[in-house]
């Protein structure tokens, strides 16, 4: 079946303003994580949704960064007044439930700010 | 912040010799994962060992856990010029299921 998709595939913006990146999860995958990747480094853990739960954001570098999910399907990455440090690969991934542990990766946005 | 640490940083070797990277780690886990990642985008999941595992094969992957020593290594045998891609440990907590923390990856590069 389909895997994880994400857009845009690219995202030029300049600095200050908002942008919103997408996920669709694999059909039927209860459990959705946003990671960023910085040039050169390891994914950073950003969010969390599981089903109906209340999502783990803890890993929200700020209050810029937000993120929603309708029911169990398509969520939206929303970043506010864009810096330059922003600039990164936002990866999404969705596994079949919070307990399987296997998590299946999206191709990621590459946002560049300007 | 990152979990795990691998090394080397960068790993360069001939085809049909063996790839060796190690991860180390900071904390109890419940499981440990290497995913694969081809030019920076998106990753593929390689192979899962539990807390409760030693040592797991998948094809020419062969993954060991040592949790004394909070470490693991991932071992490609017989390389091949496709398997050249960064590759990443990904730790799961206990206390905080379904989050993974990855460390900054091993870039291996095999030469034909």
């Known amino acids: 079946g389909a895997g994880v998709s994400q857009s845009p595939s690219n995202k030029v913006t300049e600095k200050g303003k908002d942008v919103e990146l997408r996920c669709d999860p694999i059909s039927g995958h209860t459990a959705l994580y946003w990671y960023r990747q910085r040039l050169g480094q390891g994914l950073e853990f950003l969010i969390y949704?599981?089903?109906?739960?209340?999502?783990?954001k803890s890993g929200l570098p700020s209050d810029r960064f937000s993120a929603e999910r309708t029911g169990e399907s398509v969520s939206t990455l929303t970043i506010q007044r864009t810096q330059q440090e922003d600039s990164a690969v936002y990866l999404c991934?969705?596994?079949?439930?919070?307990?399987?542990?296997?998590?299946?990766f999206g191709p990621g946005t590459r946002l560049l700010v300007l | 912040s990152q979990q795990g640490e691998e090394d080397p940083q960068a790993l360069s070797i001939q085809e049909g010799e063996n790839a060796t990277m190690n991860c180390s780690y900071k904390?109890?886990?419940?499981?440990l994962q290497w995913y694969r990642q081809n030019s920076g985008r998106g990753l593929v999941h390689l192979i899962l060992?539990?807390?409760?595992?030693r040592e797991k094969h998948s094809g020419r992957l062969r993954v060991t856990l040592d949790t004394s020593k909070k470490s693991s290594s991932l071992l490609i045998t017989a390389s091949r010029a496709a398997d050249t891609a960064s590759y990443f440990c990904?730790?799961?907590?206990?206390?905080?299921?379904?989050?993974?923390?990855f460390g900054r990856g091993t870039q291996l590069t095999v030469w034909p």
């Open positions: 904390t109890s886990i419940n499981n």
């Open positions: 949704f599981q089903g109906n739960s209340a999502p783990d």
């Open positions: 991934a969705s596994s079949q439930t919070w307990t399987e542990e296997t998590q299946y």
């Open positions: 060992i539990r807390s409760n595992e």
């Open positions: 990904a730790t799961e907590r206990g206390s905080t299921l379904g989050r993974l923390y």
